[in-house]
């Protein structure tokens, strides 16, 4: 499987809406209130145009011809903190059979070599439910590190607090990470 990051338009709201407001999605946000195509909107023009987030689709490429087939998801870094140089990443689930272990694995080293390579970062951190012990290997098979548990950080869907990871890696460790993608 390849994939492609391709940057987010304002023309692709209608697929961030349609994935975002998916409970299969939703689940794993810690803010789960749905999004429409005018709150999308507002947000691309604040967070993304100005800079704050690097949000990308992630486009399947069919491998003998090299062409884009179709998106699949959406990933982003968010909260780019110039001064100290790090930001979060953050990778949507979504319904999509494409968006498996494996093209989310890719997505993410091409994250981390935007992050790095591209905007200088120091230090990328993401978090995870501790739920998701799948999402947490995802992330340790790039490099990250547990570096807190954060007790009752966000509202469950069951309407009880959750715990969860904050994961880190930092340039050196990300100079390990096997980037054959």
């Known amino acids: 499987m390849k ?24 689940m794993h946000c810690f803010n789960r209130t749905p999004v429409t195509l005018e709150s999308n909107k507002k947000f691309f023009h604040e967070q993304v145009e100005t800079g704050r987030y690097k949000q990308y ?4 490429i069919e491998e ?37 272990t494996e093209s989310q694995a890719m997505a993410i080293k091409k994250l ?10 120091h230090k990328v951190y993401s978090y995870v439910f501790t739920r998701y012990d799948d ?7 790039a490099n990250f590190k547990v570096e807190n548990v954060l007790e009752n ?16 890696i930092f340039d050196s460790d990300y100079k390990q990470v096997d980037m054959d993608i």
Do not use: H
């Open 64 to 100: 003998f011809t090299g062409v884009v087939v179709y998106p699949i998801a959406t990933v982003y870094l968010k909260d780019i903190d110039r001064i100290n140089k790090r930001c979060e990443l953050c990778i949507f689930t979504s319904d999509d059979e494409e968006w498996n």
């Open 3 to 26: 994939i492609y990051l391709r940057p987010i338009t304002e023309d692709d709201g209608a697929l961030i809406v349609k994935w975002r407001n998916n409970p299969n999605v939703s």
């Open 112 to 121: 981390l070599f935007i992050a790095f390579e591209e905007l200088g970062m």
């Open 57 to 60: 689709i992630v486009e399947r």
């Open 135 to 141: 999402e947490k290997q995802l992330l340790e098979s």
């Open 153 to 168: 950080e966000a509202v469950g869907m069951n309407g009880k607090y959750d715990d969860a990871y904050r994961m880190v």
